[in-house]
Each structure stands twice: as structure tokens, then as C-alpha cells.
């Protein structure tokens, strides 16, 4: 993800509850509390959520393996799970910041976890190291697509950074499926599909009580990241991602957004269809641009306006492709391989 300094902002109306210290948890409605922990990176906390359930909580999604998340936890194991003890782990997406800490926290509560059957698939591909031959594949990937440096993509390139923050595989006792209904407490939680941002990730929706928890597929200030590259199991993310835009837009406009990154908000179909023209802008922009055929390293510069490295560069390229690829797929734009294997992008005649 990265700092949307190009949106205007949509007129959110903020939930006046201050953020929850740390170890400590703040009620957002009916039976849900909002947990907040530092993360050791630029963007630097996520929300977890805690949701009434049989004298204890279910906890949706969970942190980063990291020593900051730990302890985050076992301040929050000694203020509030010690009286109501976690009862279910609930994931929204693979994520590190999200699904890291599942498995250490299942083996310290002896809990179940529940996530999409697509996320567990993808949890389990990426824990394993990739052999050489996959290595190659991905820089020859970045390569066609303009990538000179691969040295700053580093970790990021070879999977070994997401081993390094995610404590293992957790045991998954139920897949919920779009559409099911799970009830905890007197709540009923529906849960809904949304691809895009990751492969199988869920929101969770409560709709007497009008609350939806959206993970990273809305954020109120930043644009979640949509990236294609070579390995994606969704081939069109982007597209993926504009129609759950248009499907969690049809939610009740009163209803209270608890995302993943940011303050609980109230302005769903405000911030849907900012983020969807913050996407149609980034393909206006990429059309103009390919009037000259481009590499997708050479759009950046249209798309972003800073300079970018590393695993910024790594989710920007990503991003770039997935634009790209949306508008090749829709036959506006074409792909143009040369004799060396670089692949171009120009406007379809
Ligand atoms: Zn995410």
C-alpha cells in the first residue's frame, strides 16, 4: 500500500472513539472492540477487531510475527484475555500483517482458525522457498517488464521476506464461503468475497447492526495495493477489485467501516467510489501514455510521483502491470513483445 497523496480526500465522517492504547481495547458498536498494535514498518499499525462470542471473543485477523506484535499480545493477554479468553481466529487475508501471528497465537490459545480455502492455498505456497528455477522465472518476469535493478526487490523477489514475518501455517478448521452467515452473540456476520487487494480475502458484514469489516479492501486513506504479476492466481486484479468496489457500495450508506489501517469511518459509498476513480484516473492516465508504446517501468513515472525502491518498487510495478493488464484485457491497449523478450503496451488501433 502506499500513501494516497493524489486523492482528494472523501468527506468520511470519523467515529469519535480515540484509538485504544496498547493492551487495551475500545468498544465501536454492539459487541465490537477495536484493538490497535504497532507494526515495525512505514505503515505502522493495524486494526484488529475482538467481537462478543460465548463469554470470550473472536479475533479477526491477527499482526505481524514480529517481537513489537508479541508483545502487543501478551500485554493484551494480561489487561483483557486473561478474564475473556479468545474462542475463534478469524482471517481476512494472507497477508503478514494480518495472518503473521495466526499460527503462534493458535498454539498459545488452542483455538480454531477460520479463513477462505484461497487463502489457506496461498498461506501454504508461500511458505515454501521457492527453488532456483522459480527465481529465475520472476526475474526474467521483471525483466520483460522493464525492471533493470532487481537487486533492491531483495526478499521480496525470492518469497523469503513473507517467511520471516509469519510464524507458520495455521491449522484452518472451517472455510467460510461468500455469502455464508455465521452467528456469534446475537449478531449474524455474512460474510463476503472480495477479490483485488489478495486472493480470497473476506469482509465480514453485520447488517442489522450496520458494521462491516473490510479489512485492507477499503481503506479511508490510503489505496490498497492491486498488483499482477507473473505468479497472481487472479490474472485480472484489478478488475476483481472494481467490482467488489461496486458490490460493497450497495451496503447501507449509514453503515460503520472498520478497516485494517486507519480510523473506523462512516462514508462507504463515498470512499467506494473514490477509490474506483482514483483507478479509472490511473487508467486515463496510462491510455495518454501509451500513445508511444512503454514498458510497464516506464509508466511509473505516470502513475507515481515519487521515486521509488525496494518493496515499494516492488508493489508499484506490481500495480503498474495490473492497469495495464486490465486495459489489455478490455482491448484498449496491446502488448508488444520484442526479439528480447521485453513486453510494451500501446494503444489498440
Ligand atoms: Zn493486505
Known amino acids: 500500500m502506499r500513501p494516497a497523496s493524489d486523492l482528494s480526500p472523501a468527506s468520511l465522517s470519523y467515529l469519535q472513539v480515540p484509538p485504544p492504547a496498547p493492551g487495551e481495547i475500545a468498544r465501536v458498536s454492539d459487541g465490537v472492540h477495536w484493538v490497535r498494535f504497532?507494526?515495525?514498518?512505514?505503515?505502522?499499525?493495524?486494526?484488529?477487531?475482538?467481537?462478543?462470542?460465548?463469554?470470550?471473543?473472536?479475533?479477526?485477523?491477527?499482526?505481524?510475527?514480529?517481537?513489537?506484535?508479541?508483545?502487543?499480545?501478551?500485554?493484551l493477554e494480561r489487561q483483557v484475555l486473561a478474564t475473556?479468553?479468545?474462542r475463534l481466529i478469524v482471517l481476512t487475508h494472507l497477508h503478514p500483517d494480518h495472518a503473521g501471528l495466526a499460527a503462534w497465537l493458535q498454539a498459545r490459545h488452542g483455538v480454531p482458525v477460520w479463513t477462505s480455502q484461497a487463502t489457506e492455498r496461498q498461506m501454504q505456497r508461500l511458505l515454501e522457498p521457492l527453488t532456483d528455477e522459480q527465481i529465475a522465472e520472476r526475474c526474467a518476469f521483471f525483466h520483460s517488464h522493464g525492471v533493470t535493478d532487481l537487486g533492491s526487490f531483495g526478499a521480496s523477489l525470492s518469497g523469503?521476506?513473507?517467511?520471516?514475518?509469519?510464524?507458520?501455517?495455521p491449522q484452518v478448521a472451517h472455510h467460510p464461503r461468500d455469502a455464508e452467515e455465521t452467528r456469534w452473540e446475537g449478531a449474524t456476520w455474512r460474510w463476503i468475497e472480495t477479490g483485488g487487494h489478495a486472493i480470497g480475502h473476506l469482509c465480514l458484514h453485520e447488517r442489522s447492526r450496520r458494521v462491516l469489516i473490510t479489512g485492507d479492501q477499503i481503506l479511508p486513506a490510503i489505496s490498497p495495493n492491486?498488483?499482477?504479476?507473473?505468479?497472481?492466481?487472479?490474472?485480472?486484479?484489478?478488475?476483481?477489485?472494481?467490482?467488489?468496489?461496486?458490490?460493497?457500495?450497495?451496503?447501507?450508506?449509514?453503515?460503520?467501516?472498520?478497516?485494517?489501517?486507519?480510523?473506523?469511518?462512516?462514508?462507504?459509498?463515498?470512499?467506494?467510489?473514490?477509490?474506483?476513480?482514483?483507478?479509472l484516473g490511473h487508467l486515463d492516465r496510462l491510455l495518454e501514455a501509451c500513445r508511444e508504446p512503454?514498458?510497464?517501468?516506464?509508466?511509473?513515472?505516470?502513475?507515481?510521483?515519487?521515486?521509488?525502491?525496494?518493496?515499494?518498487?516492488?508493489?508499484?510495478?506490481?500495480?503498474?502491470?495490473?492497469?495495464?493488464?486490465?486495459?489489455?484485457?478490455?482491448?484498449?491497449?496491446?502488448?508488444?513483445?520484442?526479439?528480447?523478450?521485453?513486453?510494451?503496451?500501446?494503444?489498440?488501433?
Not at 523469503?160 to 501455517?169: I, N
Not at 504479476?229 to 472498520?258: F, I, K, M, Q
Request: avoid cysteine; hydrophobic fraction near 40%.
Open 38 to 75: 504497532p507494526l515495525p514498518m512505514e505503515l505502522d499499525h493495524i486494526n484488529l477487531w475482538l467481537l462478543d462470542h460465548d463469554d470470550g471473543f473472536v479475533l479477526v485477523d491477527t499482526g505481524l510475527a514480529s517481537d513489537v506484535g508479541r508483545a502487543a499480545w501478551e500485554q
Open 160 to 169: 523469503d521476506r513473507y517467511r520471516t514475518v509469519v510464524s507458520g501455517l
Open 226 to 279: 492491486v498488483s499482477a504479476n507473473g505468479w497472481s492466481v487472479d490474472v485480472n486484479p484489478l478488475d476483481s477489485y472494481l467490482r467488489s468496489l461496486e458490490r460493497l457500495a450497495e451496503l447501507d450508506p449509514a453503515t460503520l467501516v472498520l478497516p485494517s489501517h486507519g480510523r473506523p469511518f462512516i462514508g462507504l459509498r463515498e470512499r467506494a467510489l473514490e477509490l474506483r476513480n482514483h483507478h
Open 84 to 86: 475473556r479468553p479468545l
Open 294 to 349: 512503454r514498458t510497464a517501468s516506464e509508466t511509473l513515472r505516470v502513475l507515481f510521483r515519487r521515486t521509488l525502491t525496494g518493496f515499494h518498487l516492488f508493489l508499484a510495478i506490481g500495480e503498474a502491470i495490473a492497469h495495464l493488464e486490465y486495459l489489455a484485457r478490455s482491448g484498449r491497449l496491446v502488448r508488444l513483445t520484442d526479439d528480447r523478450g521485453t513486453i510494451r503496451y500501446a494503444r489498440a488501433a
